[in-house]
């Protein structure tokens, strides 16, 4: 008798719960891990990396659904439809020019990193910077981003997980409009180099006087299945640095919580520091002649 109660309150939960997918509105793709927070208790956590999630459709709650990149959807539990559609906020490009001329190679940006930061799946990381030398014609061909595999203490483990990079113009030092059709997502494990190379030379975003704001997201480490685990410190570490470099006129480190709209500047004294830091990227320009 009592198992027989136990399979009843199993399908009863069961049917309860209803699968989600979130959808790019244009492309419609499926867009992957995507934050997804409880109003009235202000917990969230992500969809999958097919941008699946399920809730119990009864909940007496309402969701907000937000993606770097995308407008952020807010909606009743009960209101959802199986697909949830993001509107992208892509930024008008520029037409783009086709240079017979090979480019000059530039690399420029912090060379070291002196600090890490395990910050689990809770804050994203972003740095406004901009060039101190301009050249009309110059690309982002590359950003390498320094991580940290280990934690000082732990044993070295194997973990996969997930980061987010997307870019966007620079608008009163705050992020704009995109540059990216969506975020690109990096998939991180124990045997992956000591520098992340994102590759963006054929999106053609052009490193302005205006600058750019890079954006930085820890997703967070995932199991088989491509679900993202809850950790309070999660792996990698990403690198920071207190040395400015000179090859920015301005450089600016800011942070927010994943489901907040606004972004701090991540003052010295609120994170017990002496000095200023910066995320610890470097970027390899591609300049083409006139």
Not at 273 to 287: G, N
Request: hydrophobic letters at 35%; glycine letters at 4%; one cysteine or more.
């Amino acid at each position: 008798m009592k198992l027989k109660y136990l399979i009843i309150l199993f399908l009863s939960n069961y049917c309860l719960s209803q699968s989600y997918v979130i959808v790019d509105s244009i492309t419609k793709e499926p867009i992957p891990y995507t934050n997804i927070k409880f109003i009235n208790t202000n917990k969230g956590f992500y969809s999958n990396q097919k941008g699946k999630f399920k809730l119990d459709n009864k909940l007496n709650d309402s969701i907000q659904i937000s993606c770097l990149g995308y407008d952020t959807v807010t909606s009743k539990v009960r209101n959802l439809k199986d697909s949830i559609f993001l509107k992208p906020k892509t930024e008008k490009l520029d037409e783009i020019i086709v240079y017979s001329s090979r480019p000059t190679l530039k690399k420029v940006g912090f060379k070291k990193g002196n600090f890490n930061f395990h910050t689990g799946s809770s804050l994203q990381f972003g740095l406004l910077i901009k060039p101190i030398e301009y050249y009309e014609n110059t690309f982002i061909n590359n950003i390498l981003i320094p991580i940290k595999k280990s934690i000082i203490g732990e044993k070295k483990r194997d973990f996969l997980s997930i980061l987010k990079v997307s870019l966007f113009s620079n608008k009163n030092d705050s992020p704009y409009e995109s540059l990216l059709e969506t975020p690109i997502i990096i998939k991180c494990n124990q045997d992956s180099e000591n520098y992340i190379n994102v590759d963006i030379s054929e999106d053609y975003i052009k490193f302005d006087s205006n600058g750019i704001f890079l954006v930085i997201e820890i997703v967070g480490e995932t199991n088989p299945e491509g679900g993202v685990i809850n950790k309070k410190t999660s792996l990698p570490g990403i690198r920071f640095t207190d040395k400015k470099s000179r090859d920015f006129s301005i450089s600016k480190l800011f942070y927010k919580e994943k489901f907040s709209n606004k972004w701090k500047e991540m003052k010295p004294e609120i994170f017990h520091l002496k000095k200023e830091i910066y995320l610890a990227i470097q970027l390899e320009l591609a300049v083409y002649e006139d």
